[in-house]
């Protein structure tokens, strides 16, 4: 498996796009999966615009810095999933998100895309100088868990958040 992550950009226009409908259709039928939400938060109908609009820039609204990578199976040339990296955490974060969002598309799931994603998500937050990574994952998604642990992650805690059990793991990148 040799998998890297991309920024979004046109001339991987038709496998983003592939992989946004097939999440969105699966999302339709099942319990939405919006993680990393950045993907999500606009339409991508004019895809110029979603592209500009996948990250936030400069801190306003209560909304960090963040940078969005889509993660691509070279040797398929299949975008299988996504993460989003926010730079640093404010209250809300430290208290719900954490520095990385991350999801893999619903026909690439159980393959290890999820752990090597992660690990490449890592690598980006030395690159920011995050020195140490929180993750937050719901308790029922054991596969989300076991990925974050197989990078390293140490659980922190357990909190009930509108009534889900969400973990919260660190990562030490020192």
């Known amino acids: 498996?040799?998998?890297?992550?991309?920024?979004?950009?046109?001339?991987?226009?038709?496998?983003?796009?592939?992989?946004?409908?097939?999440?969105?259709?699966?999302?339709?039928?099942?319990?939405?999966?919006?993680?990393?939400?950045?993907?999500?938060?606009?339409?991508?109908?004019?895809?110029?615009?979603?592209l500009d609009n996948l990250e936030t820039k400069e801190a306003k609204n209560g909304l960090v810095p963040d940078s969005t990578f889509f993660c691509i199976d070279e040797e398929r040339n299949v975008i299988v999933g996504a993460v989003n990296i926010r730079h640093y955490l404010n209250d809300h974060l430290l208290a719900h998100g954490g520095h990385i969002g991350?999801?893999?598309?619903?026909?690439?799931?159980?393959?290890?895309?999820?752990?090597?994603?992660?690990?490449?998500?890592l690598e980006e937050c030395k690159k920011l100088g995050i020195k140490k990574v929180l993750m937050v994952c719901d308790k029922n998604n054991v596969g989300s868990a076991k990925s974050i642990v197989k990078n390293g992650g140490i659980l922190e805690n357990e909190q009930d958040v509108d009534g889900k059990i969400e973990q919260r793991y660190w990562i030490d990148l020192e």
């Not at 259709?25 to 109908?45: C, H, L, M, T, V």
């Not at 999801?103 to 159980?110: H, L, T, V």
């Open 1 to 50: 498996m040799s998998v890297r992550l991309i920024k979004g950009n046109r001339k991987y226009k038709t496998q983003i796009i592939d992989m946004l409908d097939e999440w969105t259709d699966y999302n339709s039928k099942n319990e939405a999966n919006r993680s990393p939400y950045a993907i999500f938060k606009n339409g991508y109908e004019d895809f110029d615009y979603y």
């Open 102 to 121: 991350d999801g893999i598309r619903p026909s690439e799931r159980r393959k290890g895309y999820a752990t090597k994603m992660i690990g490449l998500a």
